[in-house]
């Protein structure tokens, strides 16, 4: 975007932050149709991207008054949209494609294809990794960060203390972290959503 269309965007944000419906159609005409585009990149199903907007959309109306002026509308949107794409994997139980929306978030929402390929390698080194952790941290990693298994439940399916899941888990992502390498942000940020979900 040009600075001239950015202090346009600042001007639509602070309007639509006054309840302007003019505004939030403008917005919505700037940004639908590339959400709808990266939302059905990931989805494959046309009716799937549209709930994606229609969700976004109604989440940016209903929160109007929070937006911050100052900081990347675009940005805002696409993570909204990340986490409602992330929804829609879980509940349709898509392992393998949540496991790459997971790191996803750590590339920028383009279509550069060495970023794509760099990408792709990583998915492939993280698969190796989880292979070769130990067989328990490997079994509780995969219960609670693809199967979405709470701490409490996995603790009683294993007959193990909820503690010593939490032990097995950390000691998973250190070793992860460790094959990775710490030095690159992107896999820093993608630890950082993978803990925390």
């Known amino acids: 975007m040009t600075k001239q269309i950015n202090i346009s965007e600042k001007v639509l944000l602070s309007a639509l932050k006054n309840d302007d419906v003019e505004a939030f159609d403008m917005l919505f005409r700037e940004y639908g149709k590339r959400l709808f585009h990266f939302a059905f990149g990931y989805l494959k199903s046309r009716e799937e991207a549209e709930e994606v907007v229609q969700e976004v959309f109604l989440k940016i109306w209903r929160k109007r008054k929070q937006l911050k002026v100052e900081l990347s509308f675009k940005s805002y949107l696409f993570k909204i949209a990340y986490h409602h794409i992330l929804e829609l994997f ?3 139980n ?6 790459n929306q997971l790191l996803d978030e750590t590339v920028s929402f383009d279509d550069d294809s060495n ?3 760099n990408y792709q390698m990583l998915l492939d080194k993280v698969e190796i990794l989880i292979q070769k ?3 328990r941290q ?4 995969l219960k ?3 199967k979405g298994i709470s701490v409490k ?4 399916q294993l007959n193990i203390s909820p503690k010593t899941v939490e032990n097995h888990l950390t000691e998973a992502l250190k070793n992860l972290k460790r094959g990775l390498g710490e030095e690159d942000i992107a896999l820093i940020l993608f630890f950082s959503l993978f803990v925390s979900r």
């Open 144 to 146: 609670r960060k693809k």
């Open 153 to 156: 439940e996995i603790a009683s």
């Open 94 to 99: 898509r392992k393998q494609q949540y496991r």
């Open 133 to 135: 952790l130990p067989p």
């Open 138 to 141: 490997k079994e509780i990693l």
């Open 90 to 92: 879980e509940q349709t």
């Open 115 to 117: 970023e794509r390929l």
